[in-house]
Structures are given as C-alpha cells and as structure tokens.
C-alpha cells in the first residue's frame, strides 16, 4: 500500500479539486492523509495584487482554525474539518461569509464551535507557519498548494482545475505514483487551463 501525503491550504480550489479527486480514487487501495500548508505563510513579503491579498488574509485566518483544531485533538481534526469546510467554501460566490462558513464546517466536523474564535488569535501563527514548513521540507524547495508526497517522494501538484473523468481517475494515480517512485523524475509542468470547475466535483492559489 502506497503511502500519500496532501500538504492542502485549506482555501486553495485547486488543492480542493485535487483532495477530491485523491479521496474518492485513492482511499480504499492507499493510505492517504491530508496535511496542512499555508499560501499566506508562502507569500510572506511578497507583492501580490488585491485579488490575491484577500485569499492570503482568508488564508491565514483560516489556516489558524485548522491549526487550532490539530492542536486541540491532533492531525485526525484535519480531514473532516477541511471536507466540511471544502463543500460549503467552494466554488466560493461573492457574498460568503468565512465566519459563517467555517462555523458550520465545525459543527458538521463535530468540533467545538468556539474554535472559531481562533481566526485572530495571533499566537497560532507559529503553529501554521510549523506545517507550511514541513510542507516545504518534504518538497525541497519553495512550492505552493498542494503538494503531494509518494512514499516519502516530494512534489508541487498535481494541479487540477477539474476531476478526472471517471474512467481516467485511476490512470491518473496510477501514473502519478509511477512518475513519483521514479528514480531521477524532477519534474512536469504546463500553465494553468483556468479556474477550477467545480461542477463536476460531485458535492462540490496554486502559486
């Protein structure tokens, strides 16, 4: 059984998109564990436009919510808190309310409301910046939303900006470990096809 780590920012649509697509396909015959990183904690002193500097604020808000969560009842509170936040996030309309959102993820979660309050707490910021850190270290380099990780092999991706259909969803893993076992593979990229596309994740920045 093949061992796969998702480092995910918990706002990031592709890393979504991607978590999606891994659950439903990769589950019952790998053992996948979803992690967290950080967009904001990568950007740090980077210029960014406007349009990026309010996901970076969401994500740092939020990125201490989930890290709250993991310090409270350990790295288990990760997966049902980001699918329940995942579905009620995505595709993200203009007027969704991150308090509201991440209040009903908790609960649906079954974790404590009060969690909430941990959007300004400052002093989680070292714990996010902690788990971005060991998303960086497992890739060896500066890499953004997601990363995945194939029995200890690190890389930026796979980037999706829709699910595979489902007769591709198995090709798709079974050539992404095989390129990540690899000895010598570095490396495979192209630019971005467009936004996400959600329609087609069922229930449902990658720079």
Not at 154 to 169: E, I, N, Q, S, W
Not at 177 to 203: E, K
Request: glycine content about 10%; aromatic content about 6%.
């Amino acid at each position: 059984m093949t061992e796969i780590d998702l480092y995910v920012d918990p706002v990031c649509p592709f890393a979504w998109v991607t978590a999606r697509w891994l659950l439903d396909t990769a589950a019952t015959d790998h053992d996948v564990t979803l992690k967290q990183m950080s967009l904001a904690v990568l950007n740090d002193g980077q210029s960014v436009d406007a349009g990026h500097a309010s996901m970076l604020e969401r994500s740092r808000r939020v990125g201490r919510v989930f890290a709250a969560a993991v310090g409270r009842h350990g790295g288990a509170a990760f997966m049902p808190l980001y699918l329940a936040l995942g579905t009620r996030l995505h595709p993200r309309g203009p007027h969704t309310d991150d308090n509201a959102v991440v209040e009903a993820a908790l609960a649906a979660a079954g974790l404590e409301p009060g969690l909430v309050a941990a959007f300004d707490d400052h002093a989680l910021d070292p714990a996010v910046s902690a788990a971005h850190r060991a998303s960086q270290d497992a890739v060896g380099g500066r890499a953004g939303s997601p990363v995945i990780v194939v029995d200890g092999h690190g890389f930026f991706g796979p980037v999706l900006t829709a699910p595979p259909p489902h007769d591709r969803a198995d090709d798709l893993l079974t050539a992404l470990v095989t390129a990540a076992t690899t000895p010598g593979f570095a490396a495979l990229t192209r630019p971005y096809q467009g936004p996400p596309d959600f329609t087609a994740c069922g229930s449902a920045d990658a720079r």
